[in-house]
């Protein structure tokens, strides 16, 4: 049987996963780890660990679900007219996030830095077309939204392909991955990848430099696409979700007592220097990622797949919010780093709290109510929902016509 109609479950790990980003965005600026845009002057070592555990499986989480969107966006439609859509709903939103939501972030963080000028006389320097961090020219957390729309595009005909009845005794054959536990033999290829490469060819996020998250990243893409498109393998995964939970827990825990046992590549005192162990390492961290995933996917199917009058409007805010958070957490924790006497935690909960605030309301009485910003941060048209009597009238209308036709 298809798969044609959306599914709720889908819907509601693809908002838990962006609520996922908040906490984790909220948390950069104090986490004990160099390289983000502004740091509070007192970080912490347990918040990093808990980013260490998020950024494992919350883009994998996004990836899988963007492959089953891209799977429900190809129905009834032509490889060129997947890739129109994927223009207006992914490039538009990317370019006006790069000239516009972007920007603020990379001017406070010269502000921190000790730039004294002000915005307009920064902002030119966004059309040098330099990049970040020597230039003014980012996409900064909207790397996410580069690569989806890159995937998309270079895999519209197989997608087509896949979504189309030519390829029914392909699916028939992927069915016997359902059976026991088969189903797991599809993380094989990114654990792979990832733990012989990703030493190597560490995440930059800029496409060019990034040669082994950009295939990582693609993996889970398109298992997300190949499990929606054979139902039986997500019926699979709800089944076995009880054995990928085990296998991530069991995993996480061995991770960390490697890792705060200081065995753990990079560590100067490294007992296994010239062997085989760092990839065993980098495999054990895919594993984390994809057992995690696949358990959350399962037990999203069993319990998630219910709809709620709010999912409507959730599901349309989650890509304008996950476009416009970051700034917002940037323009905050400038002010909010500067304040004196204030906890770790105090000044953490303030950033969820505000930007989640921030957020929503920049997206709810500036995005939402314009076709125009609509159309600029990838959201369908807003359709007008007509009074029940101008309903009532239009059927009896062409009733009438209807009648006189025959007459």
Known sequence: MET????????????LSILGVLFFHSAMPYVAEDGWHIKNHETSNLMMESNYFLHLFRMPLLFFISGTVSYFMMQRRSSLSFIGLRFRRLFIPLLVGMLIIVPPQIYMERLNNGFTGSYWQFYKTVFNFVPYPKGSFSWHHLWFIAYLFLYDILFAPLFAWMASPKSIGFKNKLAALANGKWIYLMMLPGIIWYALLSQKYPETNDLTHDFCYLVYWLFFLLVGFICITQPKL?????????????????????????RWNKIEPGYAGWPFAGSSFAVLFLALRAIVAWSWVLALVGYGKKYLNRKHKVLDYLNQAVYPFYILHQTVIVVLVYYIVQTQNESILSKYIYTVCMTFFVTIGIYHLLVRPFALTRFLFGMKPKTQNKPAVVQETEKISKVVMLSARNL
């Open 4 to 15: 044609s109609q959306r599914q709720t479950y889908l819907d509601w790990l693809r908002i």
């Open 234 to 258: 997500m019926d699979s995964l709800e089944l076995n979700r009880r054995f990928a939970l085990r296998i991530a827990f069991l995993s996480l825990v061995f991770l960390h007592y490697l």
